[in-house]
């Protein structure tokens, strides 16, 4: 099947710095992406959609000024945690869909 | 709005044993309903779908039927295998084939 390339798989960051994710199709073209968060013991919970060239479409509840998405290739999706705090901790997950939703490994993201 | 139920974990057999994980499901209409599993340090990976009321889904020896009347879509397995360790997650989707709404995952651990 098609796959999705995610890094880093891990990242523990200061407070109040910023990190960025990738989200990589490798063998296949993605005009749309989605971003996922899960908290311990919740669910996946969908964060936002990246479309290619255009901005993307945020969840209710999501800061799109502290978790910015970019989406500047068919192959390639990027979130950037912005002045990151420790509420931010979390493991984030993308996904990209090509007859059905492929998905990258996730990133367990810690703020110290 | 749409969600997604399923078991508690984690869940401990024994090799061999039957596997049953619940999942139940609340939506507008008719959703896809899916399985997908992580095994350790991996990404999502589907194991199973079902598109609409009775159809049974099943996959390397995995299987789940699309219970209208019951909102449910419970997996199941005859035979459980040390290979199968792992988390799985019970999905819908209802706004488009790509966007989903997941359970909180179970983890599974068999033991030889």
């Known amino acids: 099947g098609a796959v999705v390339s995610q890094h880093p798989s891990r990242v523990i960051c200061k407070s109040g710095t910023s990190v960025k994710i990738e989200c990589r199709s490798l063998?296949?073209?993605?005009?749309?992406m989605f971003w996922y968060r899960q908290f311990p013991k919740k669910s996946l919970m969908l964060m936002a959609t990246?479309?290619?060239?255009?901005?993307?479409?945020?969840e209710q509840g999501v800061e799109k000024d502290k978790f910015l998405i970019n989406h500047a290739s068919l192959t390639l999706s990027t979130l950037t945690v912005t002045s990151a705090h420790p509420e931010d901790s979390s493991f984030y997950i993308c996904?990209?869909?090509?007859?059905?939703?492929?998905f990258g490994q996730g990133t367990r993201l810690t703020v110290v | 709005g749409d969600s997604v139920t399923q078991m508690e974990g984690p869940v401990t057999l024994s090799e061999e044993a039957f596997l049953t994980i619940n999942c139940t499901y609340t939506?507008?209409?008719?959703?896809?309903l899916f399985w997908y599993v992580q095994y350790p340090g991996e990404g999502l990976q589907l194991l199973l779908k079902?598109?609409?009321?009775?159809d049974k889904g099943s996959n390397k020896g995995f299987e789940a039927t699309y219970r209208k009347e019951t909102t449910s879509f419970h997996l199941e397995k005859g035979s459980v295998q040390v290979s199968d360790s792992a988390v799985y997650f019970c999905?819908?989707?209802?706004?488009?084939?790509?966007?989903?709404?997941f359970g909180k995952g179970t983890m599974l651990l068999v033991s030889p």
């Open positions: 996904s990209a869909y090509a007859t059905e939703a492929f």
């Open positions: 063998d296949f073209q993605a005009t749309t």
């Open positions: 990246s479309n290619e060239g255009s901005k993307a479409t945020y």
């Open positions: 939506a507008t209409g008719y959703p896809s």
């Open positions: 079902a598109t609409k009321a009775d």
């Open positions: 999905a819908l989707s209802a706004r488009g084939y790509s966007t989903l709404t």
